[in-house]
Structures are given as C-alpha cells and as structure tokens.
C-alpha cells in the first residue's frame, strides 16, 4: 500500500512558477513510476507528466512539454513537479499518482496508476 501526500498548489498569475511536492509512504519507492496528472473542472483527467525509478526517463504530456518537469527524491521519496510558464489553461487539481513497475512498456492513462493522493489545487489568474 502506497499513500501520497501533494503540496505545494496555490494561486499564482500567469507567467509565474510553482512547485508541486508529493511526500510518498511507499516501503520501496523505487518499484514504483511516479507521476502527475491534472483535471480541470469538467474535463477528464490529464497526464502531465512521468518518471521511472532511477529518474533518469521522464514522460511528458503534449500540453505541459517544455514547460513542466517532473524530478524525484528517492532517498526523501519524494516526486516535483516544477511547472514554469503558468497560464491559467494550466488552473486545475493536481494528483501524484504512483505506478508499479511491471515488465511492460510505460503507460501514460490513468487506469495504468494504481495509488492516488487527494490532490492539491493550482489556479493561475490572466
């Protein structure tokens, strides 16, 4: 069982940056990709971004590529998001998700996530 814990999210202008944390419980971060979706008010959940267990692969959405990276701790098992370039298309509830490492290649949906947390909030304003 793996619990995540965002924080990071606010409210912030347009053009500006912020940082997304995710504080994972998990025994063995390593045996788990981690990862970032966003859903924005009445619209389906949206990968930003991934990362493999080394760090040393990441994945990302077409909407957030260039703009965004993704990072991760595994000695503080941790995973960020630095998001650069804020626009408020990018305004929407942000989730850590995590994957289990299995012999297959990445996938990006989020049925392929098995551990979620709750959440943390990010409004731009124009």
């Known amino acids: 069982q793996v619990q995540l814990v965002e924080s990071g999210g606010g409210l912030v202008q347009a053009g500006d940056s912020l940082r997304l944390s995710c504080a994972a419980s998990a025994r063995t971060f390593t045996r788990y990709i981690m990862g970032w979706f966003r859903q924005a008010p009445g619209k389906e959940r949206e990968f930003g971004g991934g990362?493999?267990?080394?760090?040393?692969?990441?994945y990302y959405g077409d909407s957030v590529k260039g703009r965004f990276t993704i990072s991760r701790d595994n000695a503080e098992k941790r995973v960020y998001l630095q998001m650069n370039s804020l626009n408020p298309e990018d305004t929407a509830v942000y989730y850590c998700?995590?994957?289990?490492?299995?012999?297959?290649?990445?996938?990006?949906?989020?049925?392929?996530?098995?551990?979620w947390g709750q959440g943390t909030e990010v409004t731009v304003s124009s």
């Open positions: 998700a995590a994957q289990t490492i299995r012999d297959m290649p990445f996938r990006s949906e989020p049925t392929s996530f098995d551990y």
């Open positions: 990362i493999n267990w080394s760090g040393a692969t990441t």
